[in-house]
């Protein structure tokens, strides 16, 4: 079987109806070139009965990952897949009309490709408060927004990668390197994230991974995650996983220099808040006060952790 695509989901079962629908509207690949996976991570809603009724519309089978986080959803789903090549998306986007098509015409015409990846374009449900409509384009990280000309035709490792609910590994690949089960979202970490973004990086360094304009999908963006604090909240942690990866590269005493920069940022972009109110500059200093609180609190926890170590030492 030329393609596996892999869909992980967790109490999101309107949403997971929607995907399910978009893709058997979809032009597909010929019957036996193509299957669909779907691994329930706990879900506790009516998630089951949305995969009983997607059953008579498509190539279907469904696993259960009873141990939460998305990582350990992504690792069964490699596992249990038949496909040569891992197609991954998310549970709240709706796929376009010519997605899996464009994939299964790029794996047939670029046999050298270990990876390859497409748009996500952002789609707010209901009416987006005015601060975030207006500025919703530099916060597109937090929605895992990627226009058609964002990456360039042929993908590099050490370049921007495509993200998480739209892009295609070769089954070996996850299979000899599997997803990092201390990243990706979890029950207990919500906005945790990049779990995908290793693999896709060991992929590009393995062999070359071409970026589909057209095989776009159309990320669902609910009214919780329309909000003030959800920005602040991704961006916390995507500064605190930035500071955690400077302090393995930096000395005690540069990662206390970077960390007093981000207190001043943070302390900054929070006054500049205040004056802003709800005005079209909020995104941008939502994100900056979230990623700048996150390295603040890294970066004292490493550097706590190192005056221990130093400590220890001194009275060895």
């Not at 949403?15 to 879900?43: A, F, M, Y």
């Not at 159309?218 to 959800?230: K, V």
Request: glycine share 8%; hydrophobic share 35%.
């Amino acid at each position: 079987m030329r393609l596996s695509v892999v869909i992980c989901t967790r109490n999101r079962a309107n949403q997971l109806r929607h995907v399910l629908r978009s893709i058997s509207q979809c032009t597909k690949p010929p019957e036996g070139e193509w299957e669909l996976i779907v691994i329930d991570n706990g879900s506790t809603d009516d998630t089951r009965q949305v995969l009983d009724e997607a059953l008579h519309q498509l190539p279907l089978r469904v696993y259960t990952q009873p141990q939460p986080g998305l990582s350990h959803a992504r690792n069964l789903g490699a596992e249990q897949a038949l496909g040569e090549w891992l197609l991954w998306t998310d549970d709240d986007v709706r796929v376009s009309a010519r997605w899996l098509a464009e994939y299964h015409q790029a794996i047939l015409t670029h046999a050298d490709a270990q990876v390859f990846g497409g748009p996500i374009e952002i789609h707010f449900e209901g009416t987006p408060p005015t601060w975030l409509a207006h500025g919703a384009h530099v916060v597109r990280s937090a929605y895992a927004g990627l226009d058609a000309d964002d990456l360039p035709g042929e993908l590099r490792a050490d370049g921007p990668v495509p993200y998480g609910a739209n892009f295609a590994v070769r089954k070996a690949l996850v299979e000899a390197n599997r997803f990092d089960t201390d990243l990706g979202r979890h029950p207990e970490h919500p906005m945790r994230a990049g779990e995908e973004t290793p693999m896709i990086r060991r992929a590009l360094r393995q062999g070359p991974g071409y970026w589909l304009r057209e095989a776009c999908v159309q990320h669902h963006i609910d009214a919780p995650r329309q909000t003030r604090r959800y920005l602040r909240a991704y961006y916390y942690s995507y500064g605190r996983r930035q500071a955690g990866e400077l302090a393995q590269r930096v000395s005690w005493r540069g990662l206390a220099t970077e960390t007093g920069k981000s207190l001043r940022d943070a302390v900054r972009a929070e006054l500049r808040l205040l004056r802003a109110r709800n005005g079209h500059d909020a995104p941008a200093l939502l994100k900056t006060a979230g990623r700048s609180w996150g390295r603040v609190a890294e970066g004292l926890r490493c550097l706590g952790g190192a005056t221990t170590a130093r400590h220890n030492r001194s009275n060895t």
